[in-house]
């Protein structure tokens, strides 16, 4: 087509024509995409009231086995000695195919006292003499005083500065590890269930149980 040979009258209408072509490209790109929408909303509200479902399962089943191993949990401490305090317990099957364990996820807090005892330590190590007894000392402590990435003192490594402290006798080093000690403050964050089961090869596989849910989402 020569655009040049059409006259005003079939050039305004061949406009027209692609005017209307255009919104009508443009009106179905819009319902296109409002099917889209609507597509996305139904899909999230029936998904997510399924998962709903299964979520109010889970916590149910997990209250369920945390019930059922309480007596397990007390007979155990009574015959074994184990302590309340134990965050974590392992149950195994008599053939050892069957593993759970049950227990509290814990962040590690301290308040601000720990920088009163860290102090203290501090000062034990610079009345040391400058030998290499010495040195392996402050560097031993020093590693187990180091923080985490988020700042925090790791409790692990208090326990082996505690070990460390009453094999050194110093009472300053003592009472500084005692004040680290008292300023322990654990947040509990969420009960977890882990089950494992032997394959026929004899290799454990864990069960998969979770979404990364910690708690109950209500409304």
Wanted: charge should be neutral.
């Amino acid at each position: 087509m020569n655009l040049k040979e059409l006259t005003k009258e079939e050039k305004a209408a061949l406009l027209e024509e692609l005017e209307a072509e255009r919104k009508a490209d443009a009106a179905r790109v819009a319902a296109e995409r409002e099917t889209y929408k609507n597509l996305v909303d139904s899909t999230v509200r029936e998904q997510v009231k399924r998962l709903r479902d299964v979520s109010r399962l889970i916590l149910e089943a997990k209250s369920e086995v945390f019930e059922a191993f309480e007596t397990v949990k007390s007979l155990k401490s009574e015959l074994y000695g184990v302590r309340d305090s134990q965050q974590t317990h392992s149950f195994t099957t008599a053939d050892g195919t069957l593993s759970i364990t049950i227990g509290n996820r814990v962040n590690e807090g301290w308040d601000d006292t720990v920088n009163t005892g860290i102090t203290k330590v501090q000062t034990f190590l610079q009345t040391l003499a400058k030998d290499d007894n010495s040195a392996a000392l402050v560097e031993t402590v020093m590693r187990l005083l180091a923080r985490d990435r988020k700042g925090n003192l790791k409790a692990s490594k208090v326990l082996e500065l505690d070990k460390l402290a009453a094999k050194v006798g110093d009472a300053e080093f003592l009472d500084g590890i005692r004040i680290i000690k008292d300023a322990y403050r654990p947040v509990p964050t969420c009960q977890f269930v882990e089950v494992s089961m032997k394959d026929g090869h004899g290799v454990w596989k864990n069960l998969p149980l979770s979404m990364s849910a910690t708690r109950e989402v209500k409304n």
